[in-house]
């Protein structure tokens, strides 16, 4: 009777530990899966970010995307005005977003934001119409370009980088399909706006008359960047992780082909478009 009890008592021990480690293993695993799910915010800009309906999210998002799948995070991509993806990102509303270093620079929204891996790199060039500019702009200085009307998307990075440059008429709008009609019209002189974009929206408005746009050299190159709120992402988790699965994607090959599924083969891909390590 006694050997008995003793085991009866041992199991009922084990019954209490499994319990126990049951419930400890559920908490856990519910923990792991909270913290595998992230929110992304991004702004229209196709054929780098854009808010389509099917898959193909434009090539800076695939990217993301692609990164964060890697390591098993799932995302919940969110579209917001440039000025408020800003704003979210710093004040915690919204945990990483994506978009050029320059976005954050501003001290208050710099101390709020920590900055992750540098995705690609998006050439920011001119537009313009050669039937009014024949001879093309050979040169893009700041003494070239001031007297020309220069539109460009607000509170982006191009508009940002133009605006350090002293005695520039910058004509802001709300949409790039707004400054690329503006351009049609003659309203702006240089339409300021990566290649891709730029011909992305002159072939789909304006397909007839795409032929008779033409583009600068860069006068920048922008970098497209992950970058987290330091509040929502405080010991910089999605930081690691999205560097560990840039990496992955690098190393499979997946990386190359999304940027020649945008750029119209590999072969056609700008080496400065690519990320420092890839080259």
């Not at 054929?47 to 990164?67: F, R, S």
């Not at 605006?163 to 520039?168: K, N, S, W």
């Not at 992305?200 to 970058?227: C, I, K």
Request: include cysteine; charged fraction near 20%; proline fraction near 4%.
């Amino acid at each position: 009777m006694g050997h008995e009890r003793s085991w009866e008592k041992g199991r009922s021990r084990w019954r209490s530990s499994a319990l126990w480690l049951t419930v400890v293993t559920a908490l856990t695993a519910g923990h792991a899966a909270a913290a595998d799910r992230v929110e992304l915010g991004a702004f229209e800009y196709p054929p780098i970010y854009q808010d389509a309906a099917g898959p193909d999210k434009g090539l800076a998002i695939d990217l993301a995307l692609a990164a964060f799948q890697a390591v098993n995070v799932e995302v919940d991509l969110r579209f917001y005005p440039v000025a408020r993806m800003i704003h979210y990102l710093e004040t915690g509303a919204v945990t990483c977003a994506i978009g050029g270093q320059v976005l954050y620079e501003d001290p208050g929204v710099a101390a709020n934001v920590r900055m992750g891996s540098v995705i690609l790199y998006v050439l920011q060039t001119f537009f313009y119409d050669r039937r009014r500019f024949p001879d093309g702009f050979a040169d893009i200085s700041p003494d070239r370009l001031r007297g020309l009307g220069i539109g460009a998307l607000n509170s982006s990075g191009i508009m940002r980088t133009l605006q350090r440059m002293p005695g520039l008429t910058l004509i802001p709008n709300t949409s790039h399909e707004g400054s690329a009609r503006q351009l049609v019209a003659g309203r702006i002189d240089l339409w300021a706006i990566v290649d891709l974009t730029g011909q992305y929206f002159l072939t789909s408005l304006f397909r007839e008359e795409s032929g008779a746009y033409a583009r600068t050299a860069p006068f920048n190159r922008g970098d497209v960047s992950l970058a987290c709120s330091r509040t929502r992402d405080a010991d910089g988790h999605y930081v690691g992780k999205f560097a560990e699965g840039l990496a992955l994607i690098k190393r499979n090959g997946t990386f190359r082909r999304i940027m020649a599924k945008y750029y119209g083969g590999v072969q056609r891909i700008p080496s400065e478009a690519l990320p420092a390590d890839m080259r």
